[in-house]
């Protein structure tokens, strides 16, 4: 499976963001799709992981009402809206694949996307 992230930039506090991760290779629809970010001098953390099916989604508790992710099986790719953007949502966006569906942690997940930058300006 390979992941491919884009949509980052630089964006003024309160606008907004759509971040997109292309998926490829075999078999990659049985896949738990998740968003991670990690700001600088920070651990990674977990944002959001949705099925392609969109079925089953969930977010850090933090998150719930400005981010929302969303799988589109048809052009493989799965997104992220962020809304009502914060400089403390600044960092690097990663997307993740694995196979626990649901799980918010890192290490469930096998395939990870080069990460885009996402920088919040006061």
């Known amino acids: 499976v390979q992941l491919q992230a884009s949509g980052g930039g630089l964006v003024q506090a309160g606008g907004s963001l759509r971040l997109s991760c292309a998926a490829s290779?075999?078999?990659?629809?049985?896949?738990?799709m998740a968003w991670f970010r990690q700001a600088p001098g920070k651990e990674r953390e977990f944002v959001a992981c949705t099925t392609w099916s969109g079925s089953r989604t969930k977010y850090v508790d933090s998150l719930k009402g400005r981010f929302t992710i969303s799988a589109d099986s048809a052009k493989n790719t799965v997104y992220l809206q962020m809304n009502s953007l914060k400089p403390e949502d600044t960092g690097g966006y990663y997307c993740?694949?694995?196979?626990?569906?649901?799980?918010?942690?890192?290490?469930?997940?096998?395939?990870w996307g080069q990460g885009t930058l996402v920088t919040v300006s006061s």
């Open positions: 290779g075999r078999t990659f629809s049985s896949y738990n």
């Open positions: 993740a694949a694995g196979f626990s569906v649901s799980s918010s942690s890192p290490h469930d997940y096998y395939f």
